[in-house]
């Protein structure tokens, strides 16, 4: 079974600067696709960005980039100029590509605390 | 377009009463998936639906079930309600199989059981 793992369950960035959520996970599997969410104290969960793990390279929205290292099994998240509205928590999601794991893995999530 | 859309936004239950849930998934989509987040815990996966069928389910108890209209929308019904059964109940839609590339996730349904 595939297990996501986020390893910071709180984090802090001050406004303006750039942090990096961690999130690995396990699959023998090779075709999946990765994802960050968002949930601000609203509780609607918000696609932050994806990765398709056939692509090498990284994905990239605006302000959010993703470190994949497919080898390791890694996937982190980069916030760069981090504003107010980032405050949230922040859950890694897998999702396989195959029949039988068809489903969203999510980590226990990062909470970020952005500091004026 | 209209996103996903749960009801109802709240709900409290006794203890030992059934609690039904509501998922109106995006126009299009196909497949609706329901989670469970307790307090302090991650998203845990409860079912999958997709055309009508059960496809997937997580490691929960029978008196968790649901199932799926042929309009697509979804009901998750939890019988016997217990205290650790409070949760916000999050539902999530997408494409179907094989084209689900992304899900999107309703505002969630908070159920207290007192």
């Known amino acids: 079974a595939q297990t996501v793992t986020q390893s910071q369950p709180e984090m802090s960035v001050q406004e303006a600067e750039t942090v990096t959520l961690s999130c690995t996970y396990d699959?023998?599997?090779?075709?999946?696709?990765l994802f960050w969410y968002k949930q601000p104290p609203s509780r609607q969960m918000i696609l932050v960005i994806r990765?398709?793990?056939?692509?090498?390279q990284n994905a990239t929205e605006n302000r959010f980039s993703v470190n994949f290292q497919k080898a390791a099994k890694s996937f982190s998240l980069k916030i760069s100029d981090s504003q107010l509205g980032d405050a949230a928590m922040y859950f890694c999601?897998?999702?396989?590509?195959?029949?039988?794991?068809?489903?969203?893995?999510f980590g226990k999530g990062t909470k970020l605390s952005v500091i004026p | 377009e209209a996103g996903v859309t749960q009801s109802p936004t709240h709900l409290i239950k006794t203890r030992g009463q059934q609690a039904t849930l509501r998922c109106s998934p995006i126009?299009?989509?196909?497949?609706v998936y329901w989670y469970q987040q307790a307090l302090g815990l991650g998203l845990q996966f409860l079912l999958w639906?997709?055309?009508?069928?059960?496809?997937n389910r997580g490691n929960f108890p029978p008196r968790f079930s649901g199932r799926q209209f042929p309009n697509y929308s979804s009901e998750l019904n939890v019988n016997a309600l217990e205290l650790e059964d409070s949760a916000l109940y999050l539902c999530?839609?997408?494409?179907?199989?094989?084209?689900?590339?992304?899900?999107?996730f309703g505002q969630g349904t908070r159920l207290t059981v007192v």
């Open positions: 999530a839609s997408s494409q179907g199989v094989p084209m689900n590339t992304e899900a999107f």
């Open positions: 699959t023998s599997e090779s075709d999946y696709y």
């Open positions: 990765q398709e793990a056939y692509k090498q």
């Open positions: 999601a897998y999702w396989g590509a195959r029949a039988g794991s068809y489903q969203l893995t």
């Open positions: 126009s299009g989509h196909t497949s």
């Open positions: 639906y997709d055309e009508g069928e059960e496809r």
